[in-house]
């Protein structure tokens, strides 16, 4: 399989490989005896070139069936129907009419179907004009106008609401197409191949499994969360240190002894993972008070994620297990602030925003440093270069700074109940 390392299609996280395309096709792959061998590449254009040149079977990249696609390619079964989305900025354009589209400065990825969305919106408004941004992806385009720049860019519906999650100052104005098929792409001509893997497909996906895998997968990946674990609530957080923290209070400190970590300091992580609710869950499959994948809650012998009890006291194993990992040369504080990065975002994709940070001429050692290089491992002109590729490293660096202020909040509420 030839793919994009992008958050909708593969990447690794704190389990291992995953992404919406990744999971369907070992799913498929599981389905005929075989292993999924992946490979990436940098553009559709690349993705596509691979899937013709017979370097691989087949392509999943999130692949629209276009009439000019179709034209070289044979498809399988249509799994998605997505529209085409304008997308800018909140404080950027807003056109609302094909008139207005055609004095935005607009810019698509290369290789993509916007081409053909825009050819056909041309022939209603021909002002409408667009450049090809080379060498970048839609993710690509997406993080700059989410950063503030001001131009729109076209996006499907699905990569749209899932990057709304970590860019809220996206918006889309309006819809450029109706809804349009995704299907993974076979390979041209008349080869026995891609033929057969057709045939072979439209049974797979019919089966009824596989519809339940299809909701499942749309679910965990592109269903657009709440703001509970996105943005910082101070007034419902001091209200939950007075309701719900005596609570679970006895548990984190018993944990935090046992394991030589501040009972505040897993609390804070705690109310940032699941706000104090021993239910949580979340659309990635994660658990619990700590919310805990399943091979953290392995590694730290947690049969019932939901247990509160087993649940702090698994994360704080997992967290103190993080906290001697990390190189020797990271002091005092800052050892806490990067084993919380990789409780967030898996310590492979932490070592590797040092190991970046060092390229740049930054100290490795200091969070400080480090925190300033994890909105660039969401660039694809960067994480290409990353041993693990793609990582979500704005979250991580958010994720970083709303423990420390809970932290800092429990602390000297702590300090406050003992003075008086």
Not at 327 to 349: K, V
């Amino acid at each position: 399989m030839v793919t994009l390392n992008s958050p909708t299609t593969y990447f690794e996280d704190r389990e291992g490989p995953a992404g919406f395309e990744y999971d369907l096709a070992n799913a498929y792959a599981a389905h005929l005896g075989l292993e999924l061998k992946m490979e990436t590449a940098p553009t559709i254009e690349a993705v596509l070139d691979a899937v013709m040149q017979d370097k691989a079977d087949f392509a999943a990249a999130g692949l629209t069936i276009t009439p000019e696609r179709q034209r070289i390619l044979r498809f399988g079964p249509s799994y998605l129907l997505v529209q085409t989305r304008l997308v800018c900025g909140r404080r950027g354009p807003k056109p609302k009419t094909l008139e207005d589209l055609a004095t935005v400065d607009l810019r698509i990825a290369p290789g993509s179907a916007y081409v053909e969305v825009l050819t056909d919106l041309q022939k209603q408004q021909p002002e409408i004009q667009y450049k090809i941004s080379e060498n970048v992806s839609v993710e690509n385009l997406l993080g700059l106008i989410g950063h503030g720049k001001k131009f729109c860019t076209l996006a499907d519906s699905y990569v749209f609401d899932l990057n709304r999650r970590y860019l809220p100052e996206l918006t889309s104005p309006m819809a450029l197409s109706e809804a349009q098929p995704i299907a993974w792409a076979l390979g041209g001509g008349l080869s026995w191949r891609p033929i057969s893997l057709e045939r072979n497909m439209k049974a797979w996906f019919a089966r009824e499994e596989t519809g339940d895998l299809l909701e499942t997968l749309k679910e965990r990946y592109f269903q657009v969360a709440d703001n509970d674990f996105d943005y910082v609530d101070l007034a419902r957080f001091r209200r939950a240190i007075r309701g719900r923290l005596p609570v679970f209070r006895p548990l984190f400190e018993r944990a935090g002894k046992r394991y030589k970590v501040p009972w505040e300091l897993l609390a804070a992580i705690s109310w940032r993972e699941s706000h104090w609710r021993p239910n949580a869950r979340s659309h990635t499959g994660v658990r619990g008070m700590m919310m805990l994948t399943r091979t953290s809650a392995r590694e730290a012998g947690v049969t019932n994620r939901l247990d509160p009890a087993q649940s702090i006291t698994g994360g704080a194993r997992y967290f103190a297990r993080l906290l001697r990992r990390l190189p020797s040369d990271i002091m005092g504080e800052d050892r806490t602030w990067f084993a919380l990065a990789a409780y967030n975002m898996g310590y492979a994709h932490m070592m590797d925003a040092r190991a970046l940070a060092a390229s740049r001429g930054l100290n490795p050692n200091l969070w400080r440093d480090v925190r300033e290089v994890l909105i660039d491992m969401e660039d694809p002109k960067t994480y290409k270069t990353l041993p693990r590729g793609y990582a979500n490293g704005l979250q991580a660096r958010d994720y970083v700074a709303a423990v420390r202020n809970f932290y800092d909040i429990l602390r000297k509420n702590t300090q406050e109940m003992q003075t008086r």
